[in-house]
Nanobody, 120 residues
Framework: QLQASGGGLVQAGGSLKVSCAAS????????VGWFRQAPGKGREFVAA????????LYADSVKGRFTISRDNAKNTVYLQMNSLKPEDTAVYYC???????????????WGQGTLVTVSS
């Protein structure tokens, strides 16, 4: 089970950190992905991280602004978002799968999403 949290309202240029806590059976081989969906748009890849090593993927649109990290003791993955832009406004979802990939359909389990709103 995945629980995303930490969304909220922030001004453009500000920062926000969202969390994804995993409970239940977990595996060191899984990958955690962050995706987002803006109103009227499809689900978009943001970042992904493989739990067993430091391999990480970022979408070009967030590279240099967003950082994915983890807390092993809490079984939690974070997405630190800096220099936020109005176009980053979306519901942010975390997902778990067996492959480090940007393809949403290859993730097996999804959290409920947390809303991030960036005002101009």
């Amino acid at each position: 089970q995945l629980q995303a949290s930490g969304g909220g309202l922030v001004q453009a240029g500000g920062s926000l950190k969202v969390s994804c806590a995993a409970s239940g059976r977990t595996s060191s081989t899984y990958a955690v992905g962050w995706f987002r969906q803006a109103p009227g748009k499809g689900r978009e890849f943001v970042a992904a991280h493989r739990w067993s090593n430091t391999n990480t993927l970022y979408a070009d649109s967030v590279k240099g602004r967003f950082t994915i990290s983890r807390d092993n003791a809490k079984n939690t993955v974070y997405l630190q978002m800096n220099s936020l832009k109005p176009e980053d406004t979306a519901v942010y979802y975390c997902a778990v799968g067996g492959i480090l990939t940007a393809t949403p359909s290859l993730y097996d389990y999804w959290g409920q999403g947390t809303l991030v709103t960036v005002s101009s």
